[in-house]
């Protein structure tokens, strides 16, 4: 699947995904930056927070648990946001957008 990441300043870079993936690996694989990711997935960091873009919110789903937890020591955090090593790209993601905060943490 393609997933595509929009920085804050509006630049965008579509990569391909593996499924399975977490999409916040899917980043740091390809070099995307603006996701730090500091705890490497293990949703204890909130530096790898991303805004789902509105079409996509519905796929993508809220978060739940532990991820919604971390998620309040994260920046900036709105409606969309999601922690991007609690996101696992499958098919139905093909074509997902994902934005980047203007900084993590
Ligand atoms: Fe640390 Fe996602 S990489 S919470």
């Avoid at 971390?70 to 900036?76: G, H, I, V």
């Amino acid at each position: 699947p393609a997933i595509t990441f929009v920085s804050f300043e509006g630049a965008s870079r579509t990569v391909q995904a593996p499924v399975g993936a977490t999409a916040m690996e899917v980043a740091v694989r390809n070099g995307v930056p603006g996701i730090d990711a500091d705890c490497g997935g293990a949703c204890a960091c909130a530096t790898c927070h991303v805004y789902v873009d509105e079409a996509w919110r519905a796929a993508v789903g809220e978060p739940e648990g532990m991820e919604e937890d971390m998620l309040d020591f994260a920046t900036d955090v709105r409606p969309s946001s999601r922690l991007s090593c609690q996101i696992k790209i499958t098919e139905a993601l093909d074509g997902l957008v994902l934005h980047t905060p203007e900084r993590q943490g």
